[in-house]
């Protein structure tokens, strides 16, 4: 099977979200569209599988012209597609998601149930989509979610499967078993389209890769013969540096010492157990480590977000042991969080709200018992300047920056105010190559201003950019300290406990 995309334009009001766009994929190969966000991906296969209608173009399959006037229409023609946000209902088994939309809810009887448990179990044999069909959803981890979404599409009889941005969700060691699971989608013969604007992906996945940038294709490049470098450039438009410089300094005082520090987590297990630290003025600490090994829980404790049950934090030799979040932000603390829309900002609140969602009671920003809307919005426009949130103006909703501008806007506010510590904990995730540059950038200018960074990644390629130290935490315990140019293997043995 073919399928292609002949010419299609797309616009929402003045923003041309897709110009004259053609593309094809066939069955057993994998297509990889990069770009970045804001490119023009997601409305393109929006209109693919039928939820927008172009304004412009044809899509063809097995070169007869179709017109698709819903997701319906789509997926009978054998096109489905995994959303960016899932579409399951937690409460529902898994078998139970997958028929559902298929037929109505009243139909969800025995019968159909046991005819479905069965088939799912098929789909998922067939294609190594590991999943149990009787537990709940809700239940299940994020990587297990979206084998769910895979087989509802299967279960549909899909021939091509498009993935929008598949592994934005995903821990590295996800990721890998998700590549398995698009390989074996393919060798079966399925077509698939895989998008991302993460450039290590395409160039490990696809046959074949797509470039878009501002709704247009910018350019069609074989995987094997292209390099980091060249994709970021097309998809960026101008030469991006992706070898972050650090210069060597020596570090200063001892900024942050953690003594035998132990925090339990929300499943009242042992999340982080004696972790000992010291970081220093001037010096970036990478904190290493496969998601779920108690990272999460010690940066709570230390930016007062959890409670820690036993074990001591100092700060510039004062002892901070549970303090109150809003103490340890006024003492210069700052963090970066992980998870940008639950933390880090209130979504259907504007820039200016944001910008000032930690301070608001500040003598600078509060004017008798309310306000200060002047001092807030010209805050919010330095910083939108300063640290290159691009908007329409400081009165925009969050929810309307792409990720990587909501990530500058949280760097920014945090990043403005008086600092001495910085907390960074997945600074670059679900950003484009420019914001991460641009990222990157301003951690190793505070830190070259004299201020200690700690830094918080799964992405051990940034920890290694980044770190004049790294620390590698395995099951709640510190279990390497190296120097940042340690073999980047021996780093990796160490994520999976190993230490030599
Ligand atoms: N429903 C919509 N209404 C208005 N503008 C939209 C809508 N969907 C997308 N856009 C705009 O179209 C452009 C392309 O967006 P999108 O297709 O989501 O990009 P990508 O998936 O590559 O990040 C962006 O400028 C975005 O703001
Ligand atoms: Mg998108």
């Not at 013969?189 to 709704?215: M, P, S, Y």
Request: glycine share 8%; hydrophobic share 40%; charged share 25%.
């Amino acid at each position: 099977m073919k399928i292609e995309l002949k010419e299609i334009s797309k616009s929402f009001g003045p923003v041309a979200a897709n110009t004259k766009i053609n593309l094809s994929v066939s069955s057993g190969e994998t297509l990889g569209l990069l770009g970045e966000n804001g490119a023009g991906k997601t409305t393109l296969m929006n209109i693919l599988t039928g939820l927008y209608k172009p304004d412009s173009g044809q899509v063809l399959i097995k070169g007869q012209q179709k017109e698709f006037s819903n997701p319906r229409d789509a997926i009978k023609n054998g096109i489905g597609m995994v959303h960016q946000h899932f579409m399951l209902v937690p409460v529902f088994s898994v078998s139970e998601n997958v028929i559902l939309g298929n037929e109505p809810i009243t139909a969800l009887n025995r019968i159909n149930l046991k005819e479905a448990r069965e088939k799912v179990l098929n789909i998922s044999s067939k294609y190594n989509l590991d999943v149990d069909p009787d537990e709940l959803v809700e239940r299940l981890p994020v990587g297990v979610q979206q084998r769910v979404e895979i087989i509802k599409i299967l279960f549909r009889n899909a021939e091509l499967l498009i993935f929008d941005e598949p592994t934005a969700v995903l821990t590295p060691q996800e990721v890998s078993d998700f590549f398995r699971i698009v390989n074996s989608l393919k060798n079966s013969g399925k077509a698939i389209i895989f998008i991302t604007h993460k450039l290590h992906e395409v160039i490990q996945i696809c046959d074949r890769i797509n470039v878009l940038r501002r709704g247009e294709v910018v350019g069609e490049v074989n995987p094997k013969k292209t390099s980091n470098s060249e994709l970021a450039e097309l998809m960026v438009g101008r030469s991006v540096n992706l070898n972050t410089k650090r210069k060597k300094i020596d570090p200063g005082d001892v900024l942050l010492k953690v003594k035998n520090l132990q925090v339990i987590s929300d499943k009242k297990e042992k999340a982080v157990s004696n972790v000992n630290l010291k970081l220093h003025e001037k010096e970036i600490l990478g904190i290493a480590g496969v998601q779920g090994n108690g990272q999460t829980e010690f940066i709570e404790a230390l930016t007062g977000l959890r409670k820690i049950s036993s074990g001591e934090i100092f700060y510039f030799d004062r002892n901070c042991t549970n303090f109150t979040p809003r103490k340890i932000h006024q003492m210069g603390i700052k963090h970066i969080p992980e998870d940008r829309q639950k933390q880090g900002l209130i979504n259907e609140f504007s820039i200016t709200e944001n910008i000032v969602l930690n301070t608001y009671y500040e003598a600078d920003f509060s004017k008798n018992i309310s306000l200060n809307w002047n001092n807030a919005r010209s805050e919010a426009t330095r910083v939108m300047k300063k640290f290159d949130v691009r908007a329409n103006s400081e009165s925009s909703p969050a929810n309307n920056l792409s990720g990587g501008n909501q990530q500058k806007l949280v760097i920014g506010r945090e990043m403005s105010r008086k600092i001495n510590l910085l907390i960074a904990s997945q600074p670059t995730r679900g950003v484009d190559v420019g914001s991460i540059e641009y990222i990157h950038g301003q951690i190793i200018a505070a830190r070259n201003a004299g201020i200690g960074v700690l830094l918080n990644s799964t992405e051990l390629e940034e920890i290694i950019a980044l770190s004049d130290r790294i620390v590698v935490f395995f099951e709640g315990k510190i279990v390497a300290e190296l120097p940042s140019n340690t073999d980047p293997k021996i780093i990796g043995l160490a994520m999976a406990g190993v230490v030599t």
